[in-house]
């Protein structure tokens, strides 16, 4: 469990397990319990995982694992996942019980429906609580709350109460006690206050990070975290607008334990002049624009070859590693030059460990998504349908009969290679047709298409792969003739 409410406490679900075995003539030997810990991927869960290792090492010497209910077993994003480490228990000849459910995992047809029903929602529960909780830190961070972080070099973390009464100055490392409590940045102690408007006044004057860094270092002043000053964190200073005291939010994300994605500027949530500054807007814009004009001199060719001696001297690259280099200019440069690091990074030839391909797949699909709709339209009036169109949610209603619902489906891939889709049905709009557009594997093009009724689909998202059953590729079309034909109107004579 991680900060689940009383009901999943490790007591709790214990304590049914133990009732379970009783009743059913089980014996337990071993407990595996992972407590303050998410259930969204194995990492972190230690014991989740040393139960899977013995397992599949031969280790386990019983014949049955005994889970509260499927939602312990994980809440993975991908429900496959969970049934994959079933799957390896039941290889091994462990079965899985899960205590709290209203099904017995016979392996039964329903059975087995009812917990990839449950896998889902338990994903899904997860996801939804992931865009709430990221909505409410906005409002937050909007009213001038800091969010997590710390407060870097020159500031420190105050603790206010819900009235904006002080309460302490938090150390390195401390927290907040009480949920009603929130936590703003203030200027630190006067001698690091000094030294940040020091770095600004020497950068203003032409002294390069690198030197200043050297200063600092031959005068034995460390950074917050007592290391010597680098070109990158002087960097860091020169260029993080709370020190400017605008509280910025959301420019790193890493929602559902999935990748660490840098996000463009446009999706920052910024509150301007939240905390009192360090230093004055002059100064900050004038460091600024000294940083972005060093880019100025450089075309998209020269910022490239750049890039590429730079790969070929350290054999990686990252945002770190461009901004410790003085020569060239700033990772942010090239994140506004060529749209995304990855993309900068690809024209050099160069390929991160991790994939971050997706972010530039889901622009082109959000680009696409007008097109789609236009197209979509224009097919449905050719069969002689009238269209209105909503512009706030694109729904569509046609011939005042029924109404549909456009939705593009990116691919995915999962860790073993095969394909995945995962379609949204819009409940809160009640479409009465959902037209799904699933994009082949590169995400440039529809792959097929399904036409889904809004009386079959009960659940809010559908999760695709290449081969669905009968009960969903009975919905499948390579193109969209016949939907556009339910749009088509027949004169009297010709229906009789």
């Known amino acids: 469990m991680s900060t689940e409410p009383q009901t999943f406490s490790p007591e709790n679900q214990l304590a049914l ?39 599949e090492g031969g280790r386990a ?14 809440r993975f994003q991908d429900a496959d996942e969970g049934a994959h480490h079933e799957h390896a228990c039941r290889k091994a000849g462990i079965t899985v019980h899960y205590c709290a459910e209203q099904f017995d995992n016979d392996g039964s047809i329903g059975s087995t429906l009812l917990k990839a029903v449950k896998r889902v929602m338990a994903g899904e529960y997860s996801r939804e609580l992931s865009v709430k909780v990221f909505a409410g830190q906005c409002r937050l961070v909007e009213k001038g709350f800091r969010q997590g972080g710390m407060a870097g070099y ?47 006044a020497l950068f203003v004057a032409g002294e390069p990070e690198n030197a200043i860094a050297d200063r600092l270092n031959r005068e034995g002043i460390p950074t917050d ?36 994605v840098t996000n463009a500027p446009a999706l920052w949530v910024v509150a301007k002049g939240a905390f009192r500054p360090v230093v004055d807007a002059e100064a900050f814009e004038r460091a600024r624009a000294i940083v972005e004009d060093r880019s100025r001199r450089y075309n998209d060719a020269e910022l490239l070859d750049l890039l590429a001696r730079l ?3 350290t054999g990686a ?25 990855l993309r900068a990074y690809r024209l050099v030839g160069y390929a991160p460990d991790r994939d971050y391909r997706y972010i530039e797949a889901n622009r082109h699909l959000r680009a696409l998504h007008p097109e789609v709709i236009a197209g979509v339209v224009a097919g449905l009036e050719r069969a002689g349908g009238t269209v209105a169109r909503d512009p706030v949610t694109d729904l569509l209603d046609v011939n005042g009969e029924f109404t549909a619902s456009v939705v593009i489906a990116r691919y995915r891939s999962t860790a073993a290679g095969s394909a995945r889709w995962r379609i949204h049905l819009d409940s809160g709009l009640a479409p009465d047709v959902t037209v799904a557009v699933r994009m082949d ?56």
């Open 17 to 55: 397990i133990r009732r379970y075995a009783e009743e059913r003539g089980f014996e337990i030997v071993r407990v595996y319990e992972d407590a303050g810990r998410s259930g969204l991927t194995l990492e972190g869960r230690d014991a989740m995982r040393r139960l899977l290792a013995d397992v």
């Open 61 to 74: 010497d019983y014949e049955a694992i005994l889970v509260y209910d499927v939602s312990r077993w994980g």
């Open 154 to 200: 020159g500031l420190r973390r105050l603790l206010i109460d819900e009235h904006g009464a002080t309460k302490v100055e938090l150390c390195h490392g401390e927290r907040k006690s009480l949920q009603t409590d929130r936590v703003i940045l203030v200027p630190g102690p006067d001698a690091e206050v000094a030294t940040v408007r020091r770095i600004y």
């Open 225 to 260: 975290l007592s290391r010597p000053w680098t070109r990158g964190t002087v960097h860091q200073i020169l260029t993080n607008p709370k020190y400017v005291g605008d509280n910025v939010y959301n420019r790193v994300s890493n929602k559902l334990k999935q990748r660490r």
């Open 311 to 313: 790969l070929k001297a």
């Open 317 to 341: 690259l990252s945002s770190l590693v461009i901004d410790e280099r003085e020569d060239m200019p700033s990772s942010s440069v090239y994140r506004r030059r060529f749209g995304s690091l």
């Open 441 to 496: 594997a590169g995400n440039v093009a529809p792959l097929d298409y399904y036409v889904l009724p809004r009386i079959d689909m009960t659940e809010p998202h559908l999760r695709l792969a290449d081969s669905n059953g009968l009960s969903l590729d009975g919905y499948r079309f390579d193109d969209l003739d016949f939907f556009f034909s339910l749009a088509a109107r027949a004169s009297f004579t010709e229906a009789a």
